[in-house]
């Protein structure tokens, strides 16, 4: 019954002003214990739900989340990014890289690299057995890099840690050939080796 709903929910979804209302509605928040549920088909089909909501009316999407940027990325990381629930935090993990990557959050994503508690979220990602998290990972972690404006905690935080991640990123490789991916890595290995700790 639950999985006729979901995929009904996702069929009304579809229209913008539907999108809107289950966004700003107090269902949204009840989405992060949805996906947790034991029940592996009603936790996949919340997490389905819960990813066209956030990437498919794109500026209704970053309204929401510049509106609700504390509660939902507080949210986010403690129940997703940091499950322990393998599939959830993989499944987070590539949703937030969405997210962050896409143009429409640009103020969102600025905001959200600027968080030490989030790099070290990231951080640990990166360490994480399962080759896909710690690409999908890789692909937040390059945003924080990539900061032309990091704050100074950051940068202190990456100067701190810079021999444990060019360690990282040197044995850091994928199963198949990708010059993006390698182009990407060969850049943060830059940004971090060129480092400098800034005066706060």
Known sequence: MALHYGAMLRECIRHQSVARYVLESQHMKKFFDYIQLPNFDIAADAAATFKELLTRHKSTVADFLS?????????????????????????????????????????????????????????????????SIQIEAFHVFKLFAANQNKPADIVSILVA??????????????????EQFEADKAQVVREIAAMEPKDS
């Open 67 to 131: 509106k609700n940027y504390d509660w939902f990325f507080a949210e986010y990381n403690s129940k997703l990014l940091e499950s322990s629930n393998y599939i959830t935090r993989r499944q987070a993990v590539k949703l937030l890289g969405d997210i962050l990557l896409d143009r429409s959050n640009s103020a969102v994503m600025t905001r959200y690299v600027s968080s030490r508690d989030n790099l070290r979220i990231l951080m640990n990602l990166l360490r994480e057995s399962s080759k």
């Open 161 to 178: 840690n810079r021999s444990k991640l060019l360690r990282l990123f040197a044995d850091f490789k994928i199963d198949k050939e990708d």
